[in-house]
């Protein structure tokens, strides 16, 4: 692809190489000649394709594969888009330098043929060849490569990057402390306008906006408000704020790819003791799981101090989990849940968010959550969004 003068990374090459020749060291344990990584840009699971890639404009819902051989460089196989424009992308933003589309134009393509091509350029035929996120493909794609390449025997690689993902980098947390910061700004903007009366949308729309102005490259919220209680990310139409609600919310805004959130609750005006005492819960309880923050606690460990917390108070689980790791996407590494036992090392990024939903399925519903981001020091967490 021929370059243009306007050429904006993420991070630096040397950076870009480091991460593929961290993956590659990872497929030799796994004894593979080849790697596809499969993402589809979302904002909960993937983000691989975004790692190796080095930008973050791979956007969804439009699929990105990466091919990465046992040596050498590696290739972003991606949709032309309309016009060349996903080309375009990458010609400005994306400093991995072999990017190839699939034949089969943009309402056909044949991605089994463009990743056979691909591999073939990298010196791949036959052998083991790793396809992370495997679980997502769709089956005519996996038959496809299947029945194109006779002499390869397909290993599922699922979570091969997103390990590699976990150990942070110092260009990492600049961008991680950037995106917390914008998060908490777009918050407090939101709600600043909680008073009685103002249209959810207006708040909702202030906040995308100041996120945006910022340097955010988008914003995701999900909002609870409301009786009857709404929770979720859908228009809100004429919905208004009103005296006695609490209202909630849990805001992720995105920085050069990098997610952080920022959750808060604040009670509209004199609320009810229920409603009060849902907030002081998720506050006891993330100030609980907080205090045990350190490099190899897990997130069960964690969560079952936090719900302990919550149960004192009249409250129970919600079905939600109450934290998870935080980077490319919303969600990664762990989960601050029951069964989780990934011990959370030194330098992850995170976020505990004790939740509570009361009464659910009543027009009386409430929640309430509470958490700020952090990055995980040898001494415990550093917050990042004050």
Not at 182 to 201: Q, R, W, Y
Not at 362 to 375: E, I, Q, S
Request: aromatic fraction near 8%.
């Amino acid at each position: 692809m021929a370059g243009q003068e306007l050429h904006i990374t993420d991070f630096s090459s040397e950076e870009l190489a480091q991460r593929v020749k961290r993956t590659q060291d990872a497929m030799k344990t796994k004894e593979l000649d080849a790697l596809i990584v499969y993402d589809e840009g979302g904002f909960i699971g993937f983000g691989s394709v975004r790692y190796l890639a080095g930008y973050s404009h791979v956007a969804p819902p439009i699929p990105a594969f990466m091919v990465v051989p046992a040596s050498g460089e590696q290739t972003l196989v991606i949709h032309r888009g309309m016009a060349g424009t996903q080309h375009n992308m990458a010609d400005i933003y994306c400093p991995t330098k072999k990017v190839k589309s699939p034949p089969g134009g943009h309402m056909g393509p044949d991605w089994a043929a463009g990743l056979v091509e691909a591999l073939s350029e990298s010196g791949f035929s036959k052998g083991r060849l790793g396809v992370d996120s495997l679980n997502a493909l769709r089956y005519p794609m996996v038959e496809g490569l299947k029945a194109k390449l006779p002499d390869a025997h397909m290993v599922d690689a699922r979570g091969l990057v997103e390990q590699v993902r976990r150990d942070k980098t110092e260009a990492e947390l600049a961008n991680f402390m950037k995106a917390s910061q914008i998060s908490k700004m777009g918050a407090d903007t939101f709600f600043n306008l909680v008073k009685e009366g103002v249209p959810h949308e207006l708040a909702l729309a202030e906040a995308d906006h100041v996120v945006r102005i910022n340097g955010g490259e988008e914003l995701n919220v999900i909002m609870g408000a409301g009786n009857p209680w709404v929770w979720g990310v859908g228009a809100r139409g004429d919905l208004t704020f009103k005296e006695g609600e609490l209202v909630a919310i849990e805001l992720n805004a995105r920085y050069h790819g990098y997610f952080s959130q920022y959750c808060r609750t604040v009670a509209l005006g004199k609320v009810s003791e229920d409603r009060q005492r849902a907030v002081t819960a998720v506050r006891a309880a993330h100030d609980r799981a907080v205090g045990m923050l350190k490099p190899g606690v897990t997130g069960k460990q964690l969560f079952n101090a936090a719900l302990e917390e919550v149960r004192k108070r009249g409250f129970d689980y919600s079905q939600v989990r109450y934290g998870h790791g935080l980077g490319l996407t919303i969600g990664e590494g762990y989960d601050i849940a029951d069964g989780d036992d990934t011990p959370i090392q030194e330098g992850a990024f995170g976020v505990i968010h004790p939740f509570i939903i009361n009464e659910p399925g009543n027009r009386g519903t409430f929640n309430a959550l509470w958490g700020d981001p952090w990055v995980m020091r040898a001494n415990g967490p550093e917050f990042v969004a004050e």
